[in-house]
């Protein structure tokens, strides 16, 4: 994918020549993403879920689009809007509930929360709570893939706001000295927290990769099988040695920054949030486009939606039931490996 | 005396100062249109404008160098890290540009700044933001560090330290910024290093600062029902330390417990305890104990974190060990 | 045995590593090409070619978190930071990446890694180079902390570190590269967590680590001279610590000087006194003093750094105090 | 001056339209700028100065044509080779040498060394030592200038090394958005230390500023006219709103990177070193410009030389016979406000 190049959805075939098998699953994963967390705002609601919770609402898209052309042993690595992501690269809908919810059986045994869903065994290489901080780290992960000669790849994910941080910068560098295996995705929702992008930038989000030769491209993440299409692209370029990409995924939060944030405010218009709601949903987007093909009925959507909901009532029940951490757990996984010898913990309480 | 929330309370010292004086600014991620993350600059910028309220990109390495060289030419910066946990990112600037500026230069250019923000744990916000790292800010000559517990104390304190010569690391709490009580309205300053006894007792000392205070006095209020009057020293700053405050207490009750919220590994606690021990030796009729965060990263389960973080009940059993009983 | 440098026992320890272990490989700032600043590195690019032997670009941030990242999916990474003063550009991949990692994902993913580089003041480097930040690192937990003497100790505890599960920070110390010592050859490994009493005394105990062990020797031996024989503590490594050993030997002294290179306020040694006074109170004879480094930023002036340092002078008073003489 | 414009000295005029008085000040401070390194490497060389020492000996082109056309009120700031820059903005090489000496009546009161040299009165804004550090505190200085309403400009030196550092990409940013009046200069010598640059970038140093819209050009150091009439220009572009600006000025090290360091070695061949020393040294290109243009005759420069030499000699002496400071200077200066109560130092030491 050339530097610059923007992917829009004009082309010609509105479903991108997807099979109404291939259709039906993206559209299926995306009611998922969606129901979920609008379960989890309801659990957050009435205290069940509690600390920061960030919702992908709206931008599911990117998630569906940028994993769904992975492989299962490809890296993603994310920041702390991450649900979605985690369940776009495999996890189990319930591990993911019951890390929100705190309990055993959470996909970080209900330590991680929110913030930090990790999902090892789906090389889901969680998300990361300080804005950039995991952008070296997926550096790292491309780095490995180059050492031990594999054809992996690792997609990163990050927000707007993250462009500014030097640890971006530092990674591109790297990136590009030793051409990773690496497609730096950008989730550009117009702001970080209340902080419009343009606010805070003098240029694009696509300029800043121009300063280390990495190609750069822009894709509409409310299309996402315009989305899909794209990655498929860039994934094929990077696992087969292109080096390093860096993606701009246009999109738009429909939610509060956080839980605990207003939906619109001093920032932006609730004008603004509705007519974006309105006209940019991801999911209602491509139900259209399958309704005008005939490759979907209403009663097919409601069946499905039905489907995904029970899925999502499950995770709810499990994470319900599943019990508090063990107490044991306080002290465990501060270190893989205690030593034979010597103190390594400080407090003086019994463990 | 108005009653007023601590967050208020802080907003007050801000303008105050920056009506009292040019060179003070505010910059931090969310300060200006936003009000502040936790609303702490509310209305600044409509009363001062974009050049004194300034939204800054996150990019904690770089706006707090940023105010450093402001400061180093004369200006006196507010920092705002919108928590101290994401200040760890700029401690080159405050360690190596603002904290030895002075000294490098033979005294030719101090740093007259604050850096100010939360620290410590609010609730379920897991390992990466629940750190009271004052033992980083308070381990390196050069820098002041001020921990305000009370809304009075926020608003004095502030107005001191933004009249500092030099760089404060001014560290609130998020769980405090609501918490009320009565603040004097205008001028009114509390100098660095003098430490506050919140509760006199007479029978066991508690050494605490920030957010703890609260806790200990819980503490203090338990024992005192079991007959036991404990003295709550606030130490209110770090640097300066009130050292006279600290060791009257203990040679008054010859006992002493150390509270803090962070790490106990070379955790305030422990610079407190070793200069007690050496300094009023002959004054202790038991060892030092100290309570602290259990010494793990924070867990976001709620069981756990409660687990993690010091409690009174904690407080209370150290109280009474120091006492034998 | 061999007698070689502290320089040829750490570069042994990484050949020989990463002979043994595919996983291991070196990044940091000239360490292939130009063998590293200090030379540690010499011949390595040679023999393993310059993917296991990396010159990084200027990037602290950065190259420490590409380590951390690596280290998430199985490598060994051993990155080198020119000096451990630049490391604090690095801090939050250590403390917010590598030291939560595995909490944070539950036990999932482990850092077998290592940060090596040397910490401390060597001479007139002045305030920005001349740090010792051990307490930075050794506060948090989900970190272990590293600190050899002597060449023996440097090639057994890097080996060592190497093959450790979690995240190490081992902090060489510049003026040490070109000291000599008996190295034993191949497979020495020394486990972290065990002290090593350098000097076996029974009057007094001086407790240190790194660097200051061999300003401890000389100032036993100076007491010696006097009549008072010190026990020389070498903790090696400083999490884990191994308290068992301070104890037996502040139990044989019921005295204890503690010594390091770095600032006092929450330095190593207020954890060590405030720990043995609380586990070994009624074995002191004497408050616990300690000697650190004067409590400024390290000045360029050869007089002043001579001063700024701790000195055996200050280390002999200190235990003759705790000795009443 | 527009981006990636190159201004090598093609100029017709070899003398660039300078008047011969002018012509003769900047010989005569380039001159001293050598003379003096040499007495530094001497001096280094019998203890008398010691820590790390850099020498800026090849690269004087780059501290007289940008520092040249500064105002005696306009900040420079660098790094920790910056000796020739602090003579350049004014400082008395006497204070310089003293401070390197450690020496009372030292810039820094002996308390910097080679690496911390300030001077206030001259708003030399110091040596500073962490690469890429020095790169904020210029943005400070420049949001100061904006602040106050000021018309002064504020020239940052650093490295080529240095431009991988994340502090000059946020500090870029930040200037880009706030338009504020800095001019980083990035002395290209080749070389971080033993690293070769393209070895760690996969582009040029102007391509850094392109991310954020920062106008950037080149200059040939070597060429102290060039530079000058190069740098006239932008600083005046600069103090009147022009915004900042990021200038590339190539050079070569002379020396090795240290004093401990060896000339050449691994990363650089002794040949390399001969061939640029004997063609590209800044004083010897000017000399040879001015016995051509007859504006100068081997007497003058030989009388201008020993005069420089003296002075010099001068700085030495002064240096050599200042006293070390004060023991009680040890805890003056860390901090500037000794707070009425509680404790500032924790050492238990007397005072
Ligand atoms: C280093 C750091 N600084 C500040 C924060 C607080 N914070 C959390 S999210 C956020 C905004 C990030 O916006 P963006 O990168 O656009 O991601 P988005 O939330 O829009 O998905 C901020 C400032 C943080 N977590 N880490
Ligand atoms: C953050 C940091 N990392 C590493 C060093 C060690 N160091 C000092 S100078 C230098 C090379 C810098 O090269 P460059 O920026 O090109 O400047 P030059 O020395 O060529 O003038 C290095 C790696 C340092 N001082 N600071
Ligand atoms: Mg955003
Ligand atoms: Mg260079």
């Known amino acids: ?351 | 005396m108005p009653e007023i929330t601590y967050r208020e309370a802080l907003n007050q010292a801000l303008a105050e100062e920056m009506e009292r004086d040019d060179s003070v600014f505010l910059m931090g991620e969310e300060v200006a249109e936003y009000d502040g993350a936790y609303k702490v600059s509310k209305g600044l910028l409509g009363q001062f404008g974009d050049l004194r309220v300034v939204d800054s990109p996150i990019s904690e390495l770089g706006f707090a160098g940023l105010g450093v060289g402001a400061a180093m030419v004369g200006l006196r910066p507010v920092i705002e890290f919108m928590t101290f946990n994401f200040s760890v990112l700029a401690l080159d600037q405050v360690l190596h540009s603002a904290a030895k500026m002075l000294y490098m230069s033979g005294g030719q250019i101090n740093i007259p700044m604050v850096f100010r923000g939360p620290t410590g744990a609010a609730l379920q916000l897991a390992a990466q933001h629940s750190q009271a790292l004052e033992t980083w800010y308070v381990h390196a000559p050069g820098i002041k560090v001020v921990t305000p517990a009370t809304p009075a104390d926020a608003k004095g304190l502030l107005k001191a330290s933004i009249r500092d010569n030099d760089p404060v690391a001014f560290m609130e709490g998020e769980l405090l910024y609501n918490i009320r009580g009565e603040v004097p309205e205008g001028e009114h300053v509390i100098p660095l290093g003098v430490a506050d006894l919140k509760r006199e007792g007479g029978d066991v000392s508690i050494v605490t600062h920030g957010k703890m205070v609260h806790l200990a006095l819980r503490a203090a209020g338990v024992l005192s029902k079991e007959g036991f009057e404990a003295d709550v020293l606030d130490l209110r700053s770090l640097r300066p330390l009130d050292a006279d405050a600290i060791l009257a207490s203990v040679r008054k009750t010859n006992r002493m417990v150390c509270l803090e919220e962070g790490w106990p590994y070379s955790g305030v606690g422990a610079q407190i305890a070793a200069m007690v021990q050496e300094e009023a030796f002959d004054d202790l009729d038991a060892p030092i104990l100290r309570v602290t965060q259990a010494d793990v990263p924070m867990p976001y389960a709620k069981n756990l974190e409660i687990m993690a973080k010091p409690s009174a009940q904690r407080v209370v059993d150290a109280c009474k060990r120091v006492l034998y009983r």
């Open chain 1, 1 to 351: 994918m050339e530097s610059g190049t923007v992917a829009f959805s004009v082309d010609r075939d509105p479903l991108f020549g997807f099979s109404r098998e291939d259709l039906l699953g993206i559209l299926r994963r995306m009611l998922l993403y969606r129901r979920f967390e609008e379960k989890v705002e309801e659990s957050y609601a009435i205290g069940k879920i509690g600390g920061f919770c960030h919702l992908h609402i709206g931008q599911e898209g990117a998630a569906e689009g940028c994993i769904g052309p992975l492989r299962a042993d490809d890296y993603v690595i994310s920041a702390y809007r991450e649900h979605t992501q985690a369940l776009a690269k495999g996890m189990d809908p319930k591990a993911v509930m019951a890390e929100l919810y705190g309990r055993t059986g959470g996909a970080s045994g209900g330590k991680g929360g929110s913030m930090h869903i990790f999902g090892a065994d789906q090389s889901f290489m969680g998300g990361h709570g300080i804005v950039g901080g995991q952008v070296p780290l997926a550096t790292g992960m491309g780095w490995a893939i180059k050492y031990r000669g594999e054809d992996r790849v690792t997609v990163c994910f990050m927000g707007d706001a993250a462009v500014n941080q030097g640890a971006l910068h530092e990674s591109l560098n790297m990136a590009a000295v030793w051409q990773l295996p690496v497609i730096y995705v950008v989730e550009n929702n117009g702001y970080g927290m209340g902080t419009a992008f343009s606010r805070i930038s003098a240029t694009e989000i696509g300029d800043r990769s121009k300063a280390y030769g990495i190609p750069a491209s822009v894709v509409n993440g409310q299309d996402v099988l315009a989305t899909y299409r794209h990655f498929e692209g860039l994934v094929g370029e990077v696992r087969s040695g292109g080096g390093p990409h860096f993606a701009e995924v246009r999109t738009y939060r429909f939610r509060g920054h956080s839980m605990s944030d207003p939906v619109s405010g001093t920032y932006r218009s609730k004008e603004e949030v509705e007519e974006r709601t309105e006209q940019d949903d991801p999911i209602t987007i491509l139900v259209h486009r399958l309704f005008q093909a005939e490759a979907l009925t209403q009663e097919d959507l409601e069946a499905m939606d039905g489907e995904v909901r029970a899925q999502v009532a499950d995770a709810v029940a499990f994470a319900d039931e599943a019990p508090l951490p063990e107490a044991s757990e306080l002290y465990k996984h501060v270190y893989s490996q205690i030593n034979e010898h010597g103190r390594l913990f400080f407090d003086g309480r019994d463990r």
